[in-house]
């Protein structure tokens, strides 16, 4: 019966060190498949540039097309990225925006600082002067265009108080993004800062 016994106790033994060591590999094996998860995207995205003759910047000397997404204002540019919407914020010099493409105005936002234009090749591009502002300054944001209007490339389209808007303490830029109606990616501007109507952001 003690022979039993020990006998036993080392089964136990080994089988709870065994416990022990495959939770610990399934838990190594559960952190290294989340790591590679959360790296495929970066890499899926590089991918999808290259695959679609995208690049993140354009570089000297390369051409231009004459339908390029212009620039709705002058001034400092950021690139930034939202999901397949490839974009650039802008730092604009004064408080005036233009159609950076002919087309159609889609979609007005209620407060007037926003819109969508859906382009004469099917390009959604999405305009909004001031992220995530608040509805008490409305007051400073005048639309110059309606819902549904037939726009050319250059038309004034909304007017806003740059100077008021700052003196309340909101950040002021007038972000820029398209997005291709065939999935593709968009080329970006090499130039930093641009000027209203310059080549912005291409398929």
């Known amino acids: 019966m003690t022979v039993d016994i020990g006998i036993l106790v080392v089964i136990a033994g080994v089988a709870l060190f065994m416990g022990i060591w495959i939770g610990k590999s399934t838990e190594r094996m559960a952190l290294d498949t989340k790591r590679q998860t959360e790296e495929m995207p970066d890499e899926q995205e590089k991918n ?23 620039s709705p204002a002058a001034g400092a540019v950021t690139a930034f990225r939202d999901g397949r919407r490839r974009g650039v914020s802008i730092k ?13 105005v889609k979609k007005m936002y209620p407060m007037g600082n926003a819109m969508l234009i859906v382009s004469d090749k099917g390009e959604e ?3 909004r002067v001031c992220n995530e502002v608040d509805e008490i300054y409305s007051m400073y944001f005048r639309a110059r265009v309606v819902q549904n209007e037939i726009i050319n490339k250059g038309k004034l389209l909304l007017e806003f108080d740059k100077e008021g808007l700052e003196a309340e303490g909101v950040e002021v830029t007038v972000s820029v993004s398209a ?3 065939d999935g593709r990616l968009f080329a970006m501007t090499g130039c930093n800062p641009v000027k209203a109507g310059e080549a912005l952001l291409w398929a």
């Not at 540039?49 to 993140?56: L, P, Q």
């Not at 408080?95 to 950076?100: E, H």
């Open 48 to 70: 999808d540039g290259k695959e679609n003759g995208a690049e993140e910047r354009h570089r000297p000397g390369e051409p231009i097309p004459a339908d390029a997404i212009g």
């Open 92 to 104: 604009p010099e004064q408080g005036r925006v233009y159609a950076p493409v002919s087309g159609k």
């Open 125 to 127: 591009v999405m305009i």
């Open 179 to 181: 997005e291709a109606q």
